[in-house]
């Protein structure tokens, strides 16, 4: 009934996938649904938060998300980089398939 | 609501049904130019461009602006911010069954059906199951 929407929200699958394998890369994302995840995404951007949905453009419904703006100030005598990253946080947050890059497991600092 | 079948297959096929089912909302729209803009959601379409009313609009550099409305380009969204209080799974299944109802509008006075039964893929039954009940339903018929 919802074509190829894939959603667990609160432990309630609304759409069952055909086939419980891992058959194509959008499958491996499938795995992470309602897991918390990272997202790489254009601009210098990268998102963390809980999947709760995407569809096959790579728009994406996260919860609980913080996204890191990363941008690069160049010291205008010593010619230094300066990496500067701003962090804020989105409760929910609705996220158009084309900015992203990659999706990924929340990377592990240590 | 679509009033293409175009645009309610892409919408019933794609995570842009939910952008739909805010409309009325006010929610918090960031462009991929760096701006965003806060207001109440007129219209989303299958390419989810969108249409706002009585807008803040804040530039790249913080400057605001007051529009009474404002659309955006479907290519030039980044975010939407989701409310709070929405019931996202509701939300989703109260658009499909809109699209749903017009879909077996016509079909309940024997009109002119948006798709055949045979294409239908919910009621569960595939081509070929519904084939070997034909086939037994003849063998019965024989005997």
Same mark, same amino acid.
């Given at each position: 009934m919802c074509g190829i929407l894939k959603i667990i929200f609160d432990e309630v699958k609304m759409c069952q996938p055909t &086939?419980? &394998?891992?058959?194509?890369?959008l499958d491996l994302i499938r795995l992470s649904l309602d897991e918390r995840i990272y997202v790489k995404m254009r601009n210098d951007r990268e998102l963390r938060g809980r999947l709760h949905a995407y569809d096959q453009h790579l728009n994406m419904i996260l919860g609980d998300v913080e996204e890191t703006v990363t941008t690069v100030e160049i010291d205008e005598e010593t010619y230094e980089e300066l990496y500067k990253s701003t962090k804020r946080n989105i409760p929910m947050l609705f996220v158009r398939g084309d900015g992203v890059v990659l999706v990924a497991p929340p990377l592990r600092v240590g | 609501m679509a009033d293409s079948l175009r645009e309610r297959t892409i919408a019933e096929n794609s995570m842009v049904i939910l952008l739909q089912g805010l409309q009325g909302q006010v929610t918090t729209v960031d462009l991929k130019n760096e701006s965003t803009a806060r207001g109440r959601v007129v219209n989303v379409d299958a390419f989810m461009n969108i249409r706002l009313k009585d807008v803040l609009y804040r530039d790249r550099k913080g400057q605001l602006t007051q529009l009474q409305e404002l659309f955006i380009t479907g290519r030039n969204v980044r975010y939407v911010h989701i409310p709070d209080h929405i019931d996202i799974m509701k939300t989703i299944e109260s658009q499909l069954a809109k699209i749903h109802r017009v879909r077996n509008f016509a079909s309940? *006075? *024997? *009109?002119? %059906?948006?798709?055949? %039964?045979?294409?239908?893929?919910?009621? *569960?039954?595939t081509s070929e199951t519904k084939r070997n009940e034909k086939i037994k339903g003849l063998r019965t018929k024989e005997t």
């Open positions: &086939t419980n &394998t891992v058959e194509e890369p | 309940q *006075g *024997g *009109g002119r %059906k948006e798709y055949t %039964k045979k294409s239908k893929k919910h009621s *569960g039954a």
